[in-house]
């Protein structure tokens, strides 16, 4: 497992989050964020993968003494970490929300109207429409090169969804899909598919309005 140092500057997980925002880390790397630094004979991913691995994203009634029974888990680390979850719990957590049309999504993606770039999306769902996370999957005007199904449905595998939705917002106003963004739904679609994924919809947000490729019978 590659140490932080030797990851490019734009892969490490704080780089990561200045450019595309706390959404667009995966659970991995929010542990290193949390972590903040290895010890001799364990890296700080090392230590967040066997968090993972070890409680399997189960957090519930996680204790001090299990994380400091991890190599490389201090008190200081073990303490930050339990006050993110206990925050988490109190004040960010809220019921599962499901979504059944177009409208029901955008609640998730209203801070990147008004973005000067192109921001890409993806929410990913259960197998009742339920909300099981959204996250950013880059930054910049959308190519097939940038758009690359490998990155898109990495998380979404992760996170064992049954479906998805896209969104990417438009800051020129324009609302209609340009033809780019119909060949990487195109291909997007194909790759869920493949997958078992479900592609459910892509939407197309501006400062005003939004345009739902389901709605408009492209998908």
């Known amino acids: 497992m590659k140490k932080i140092k030797d990851l490019l500057l734009q892969d490490r997980p704080r780089e990561k989050l200045k450019k595309k925002g706390v959404r667009a880390l995966s659970d991995f790397e929010l542990l290193e964020v949390l972590i903040g630094s290895g010890v001799e004979g364990a890296s700080v991913g090392e230590i967040a993968n066997e968090i993972l691995d070890k409680f399997k994203g189960n957090f519930e009634g996680l204790s001090l003494s299990d994380l400091e029974s991890i190599k490389g888990v201090s008190l ?3 303490s930050q970490i339990l006050a993110a979850i206990e925050i988490s719990k109190r004040y960010l957590v809220k019921d599962s929300v499901k979504i059944s049309k177009s409208f029901d999504a955008l609640p998730f993606v209203q801070e990147y109207r ?3 770039q192109e921001y890409f999306i993806c929410i990913s769902l259960d ?20 758009i690359h199904p490998r990155e898109v449905f990495t998380d979404t595998i992760t ?5 998805v939705i896209f969104v990417h917002n438009h800051p020129s106003g324009l609302l209609d899909p340009s033809e780019a963004d119909k060949i990487i739904t195109k291909r997007l679609l194909e790759a869920g598919k493949i997958l078992g994924i ?3 919809d892509h ?17």
């Open 76 to 78: 200081a680390k073990a």
């Open 159 to 163: 996170d064992r969804a049954a479906g």
């Open 198 to 200: 479900v592609v459910l």
């Open 203 to 219: 939407i197309i947000i501006t400062q005003k309005s939004h345009y739902s490729f389901k709605d408009n019978n492209l998908i």
């Open 114 to 116: 008004n973005k000067k």
């Open 127 to 146: 197998g009742a429409s339920h909300v099981i996370q959204n996250r950013v999957i880059s930054v910049g005007t959308l190519t097939e090169s940038l």
